[in-house]
T-cell receptor, first 114, second 116 residues
Framework: EAQVTQNPRYLITVTGKKLTVTCSQN?????MSWYRQDPGLGLRQIYY???????DKGDVPEGYKVSRKEKRNFPLILESPSPNQTSLYFCASSPTTGAGSPLHFGNGTRLTVT | AQSVTQPDIHITVSEGASLELRCNYSYGATPYLFWYVQSPGQGLQLLLKYFSGDTLVQGIKGFEAEFKRSQSSFNLRKPSVHWSDAAEYFCAGIFLRQTGANNLFFGTGTRLTVIP
């Protein structure tokens, strides 16, 4: 089944403890992206990747890192999480970077930083 | 600056009633526009999209949307709402970044409640 898989679904951590949220897609998509969703703010893009070893900042990249060593994986890394990073995170992928290429979303990771 | 605006945070409709969710965009050219739906605990699912051509687009689950350039709008409609339509709806637009990557900008969402 074609899908975008995020893990974990729920994560509670403490300030400063490094964490990684994994994202994997099995559709051979070129484009992958991370969003965070906050009440009243909708979804905002954190980072995106147009292909292997090609990543770039989105609109809210501060406090996050990403890597794209393989086409299928696009992990989101929080080196030193802070409470303002408590949010619902979504990974998404699309076949190409073209404007018409539809995004496929994972089911989300709810992160709480205390 | 480019943006997508959903003026209604929360809408409540009765089952069987018609629905219209509003979306406005701000962009120098015509953006590519989308509507996504998010059911509780789920990711986002694409309902429909507009690129060019016919300004009335049909989507899944009986939804349609109409692009109106004069009003910079892309409102989502459904003639008769079902209880299973209760969800959060996001309007989104693609605006070209300077890097050449097409980025999807989301509105803040409209939560739909359906009452019996």
């Amino acid at each position: 089944e074609a899908q975008v898989t995020q893990n974990p679904r729920y994560l509670i951590t403490v300030t400063g403890k490094k964490l990684t949220v994994t994202c994997s897609q099995n559709m051979n998509h070129e484009y992958m992206s991370w969003y965070r969703q906050d009440p009243g703010l909708g979804l905002r893009q954190i980072y995106y990747s147009m292909n292997v070893e090609v990543t770039d900042k989105g609109d809210v990249p501060e406090g996050y890192k990403v890597s794209r060593k393989e086409k299928r994986n696009f992990p989101l890394i929080l080196e030193s999480p802070s409470p303002n990073q408590t949010s619902l995170y979504f990974c998404a992928s699309s076949p190409t970077t073209g404007a018409g290429s539809p995004l496929h979303f994972g089911n989300g990771t709810r992160l709480t930083v205390t | 600056a480019q943006s997508v605006t959903q003026p209604d945070i929360h809408i409540t409709v009765s089952e069987g009633a018609s629905l219209e969710l509003r979306c406005n965009y701000s962009y120098g050219a015509t953006p590519y526009l989308f509507w996504y739906v998010q059911s509780p605990g789920q990711g986002l699912q694409l309902l429909l999209k507009y690129f060019s051509g016919d300004t009335l687009v049909q989507g899944i689950k009986g939804f349609e949307a109409e692009f109106k350039r004069s009003q910079s709008s892309f409102n989502l409609r459904k003639p008769s709402v079902h209880w299973s339509d209760a969800a959060e709806y996001f309007c989104a637009g693609i605006f070209l970044r300077q890097t050449g990557a097409n980025n999807l900008f989301f509105g803040t969402g409209t939560r739909l409640t359906v009452i019996p």
